[in-house]
């Protein structure tokens, strides 16, 4: 039974991170519609941001079935 909890709370868990690229990269189309001409810089950091998020993610999912 505490498997199938674990695997629960990282699906709760998931959520956030999966919140949070959708607002890096909606922040990233909006940024470069306003500024095209800064589409490099903004290309970069909302790709570092993508991966700082989905690490979170790739952390839980090694924790949960570690626990």
Same mark, same amino acid.
Do not use: C, H, K, T
């Given at each position: 039974?505490?498997?199938?909890?674990?695997?629960?709370?990282? +699906?709760?868990?998931?959520?956030?991170?999966?919140? %949070?690229?959708? &607002?890096?990269? !909606?922040?990233? @189309?909006? *940024?470069? $519609?306003?500024?095209?001409?800064?589409? +490099?810089?903004?290309?970069?950091?909302?790709?570092? %941001?993508?991966? &700082?998020?989905? !690490?979170?993610? @790739?952390? *839980?999912? $090694?924790?949960?079935?570690?626990?």
């Amino acid at each position: 039974m505490d498997g199938n909890l674990n695997m629960i709370g990282y +699906g709760l868990a998931a959520i956030g991170p999966g919140v %949070g690229i959708g &607002l890096i990269f !909606a922040a990233y @189309i909006s *940024g470069v $519609a306003r500024q095209p001409e800064a589409q +490099g810089r903004l290309q970069s950091i909302a790709i570092l %941001g993508f991966a &700082l998020a989905e !690490a979170l993610a @790739i952390i *839980g999912i $090694a924790l949960a079935f570690v626990l």
